[in-house]
Structures are given as C-alpha cells and as structure tokens.
Nanobody
Framework: VQLQASGGGLVQAGESLRLSCAAS????????VGWYRQAPGKQRELVAV???????NVADSVKGRFTISRDDAKNTVYLQMNSLKPEDTAVYYC?????????????WGQGTLVTVSS
C-alpha cells in the first residue's frame, strides 16, 4: 500500500495550491481519507476529511478556503487550498482509514511541504 502526496510548494499569501494524494494497493472510495498538517513545533492536526459515501468536513481554520474532493477513477484525493495564509505553512499528509472484518487499516502518505510567504 502506498499513498503518494504531491503538489506542495512555495507560494505567496492569497495564492492557491492543489494537493494530490494518489493511492496504490487500496481503494480510496471505501476509506475515510483525511488531509492532516503539521507545522514546526506543533502537533499534527486534521484539516479535511472525505468519507466513503462522499461527505466531507473541514477544520474551522480553513473553512471557506480549503475543499477536499475525490476522483474515484483516478483513485486520488485532492485538497484545493485557496487564499493561503502564512499560518497554513506546514507539511501536509494524507491518511486513509477503514475497518474490515474487525481489523483497522490505517495508512499515511509521506507528506508534502507547503510554505506560504507573507
């Protein structure tokens, strides 16, 4: 199983980025997939989540600016980030989680760095 996160980079405040998380070995549509971020010196936090049925939630800190979506044909989950702020600077990770037969399966991607300059 591999989750490949990409799309990070250096942008100025107010600009946009789209992160991608491509999966191999699992099917995203049966998983709850989340984007998390970890800023230097801070704990990892949940940014957005999309469930197997397609419902989504985003953290209050990014509400109205970030959108999570899924392309089942590409087995990829996206995080569209608009109106970026310096406080969005962090390493962003994707995570896939599901239960099957009483066993939890949980996988992490390698992270992609987003840096927002003021």
């Amino acid at each position: 199983v591999q989750l490949q996160a990409s799309g990070g980079g250096l942008v100025q405040a107010g600009e946009s980025l789209r992160l991608s998380c491509a999966a191999s070995g699992i099917i995203f549509s049966i998983n709850t997939v989340g984007w998390y971020r970890q800023a230097p010196g801070k704990q990892r936090e949940l940014v957005a989540v999309i469930r197997s049925a397609g419902s989504t939630n985003v953290a209050d800190s990014v509400k109205g600016r970030f959108t999570i979506s899924r392309d089942d044909a590409k087995n990829t989950v996206y995080l569209q980030m608009n109106s970026l702020k310096p406080e969005d600077t962090a390493v962003y990770y994707c995570n896939a989680d599901h239960w099957e037969g009483g066993t939890r399966y949980n996988y992490w991607g390698q992270g992609t760095l987003v840096t927002v300059s003021s």
